[in-house]
C-alpha cells in the first residue's frame, strides 16, 4: 500500500469512527452553550485520544489474545447502548423536569454541566466499537498502526470541534429544549450502535 493510499484509508477510518462522537459533541453543545473555549477543545481532545487508543488496542489483542477478543466483541454493543442509555436518560429527565418548571413559572437554568466522569463515559461509549478496527489495521507493522491511529485522532478531533461549536450555537436558540434534544440523541446514538453490533453492519 503506497502513502497517499493508506492516508486516505486511515482519513476515511477516521469519519465513520468519529461519527457517534460527532453527534454526541452536538448533544454536549446543545446542552452546555456557554461552553468555554478550553473545555470544548478538552472535550474534542478526549473523544480523539479514546479513538486512538480503542484501535492501537484492538491492533494489540489481535495479535496477543485474538480468541477472546473475539468473545469480548460481541459485548461491545451491550455496553455502548448501557452507557448511553444511562447519560442520555439523565439529561433527558433534567430536560423534562426543566419544562415542567418552566410551565410553573420557575426560573429555568441552562443544562448540568458535562463532568469529567460523564465525558470519560461518553468517550468509552462513543469509541468502544474502534476495537473492532484492530482486525482491520492487523496487517500493519507496529509503527504504521500508530501512524493509522493518529490520523483517526486528528480526523476525530476536527470532526468533533465542528460538532460542538454546531450544537453550542443552536443551544443557545433552543434554550430549555436543548437538554431534552441531547438526551434524545445520546439514547438514539446507543441503539444504532445496538442494532449496528448485533445486525453486524
Not at 452546555?32 to 488496542?57: C, N, W
Not at 469480548?72 to 448501557?82: C, D, H, K, S
Not at 476536527?158 to 443557545?172: D, H, Q, T
Amino acid at each position: 500500500m503506497n502513502i497517499a493510499l493508506f492516508v486516505i484509508n486511515s482519513i476515511l477510518l477516521g469519519v465513520g469512527l468519529a461519527m457517534d462522537a460527532f453527534s454526541i459533541s452536538i448533544a454536549n453543545g446543545l446542552n452546555e452553550p456557554d461552553m468555554s473555549h478550553r473545555k470544548t477543545v478538552g472535550i474534542a481532545g478526549t473523544y480523539a485520544i479514546y479513538q486512538f487508543l480503542m484501535p492501537m488496542i484492538g491492533w494489540f489483542c489481535v495479535h496477543t489474545i485474538a480468541s477472546y477478543f473475539v468473545v469480548f466483541q460481541r459485548f461491545i454493543p451491550w455496553i455502548a447502548l448501557g452507557l448511553l442509555a444511562y447519560i442520555g436518560g439523565k439529561m433527558l429527565f433534567e430536560g423534562i423536569g426543566k419544562m415542567r418548571g418552566k410551565a410553573n413559572g420557575e426560573e429555568i437554568s441552562t443544562g448540568e454541566k458535562l463532568t469529567f466522569g460523564t465525558l470519560m463515559l461518553q468517550g468509552i461509549a462513543t469509541s468502544i466499537d474502534a476495537l473492532s478496527v484492530g482486525f482491520t489495521i492487523a496487517a500493519y507493522k507496529p509503527a504504521k498502526a500508530f501512524v493509522s491511529a493518529l490520523i483517526i485522532a486528528i480526523v476525530t478531533f476536527a470532526i468533533c470541534m465542528v460538532g460542538l461549536l454546531f450544537g453550542k450555537k443552536f443551544g443557545e436558540k433552543l434554550a430549555d429544549k436543548a437538554t431534552i434534544i441531547g438526551g434524545l440523541i445520546l439514547i438514539g446514538i446507543g441503539l444504532e450502535i445496538f442494532i449496528r453490533g448485533i445486525l453486524g453492519v
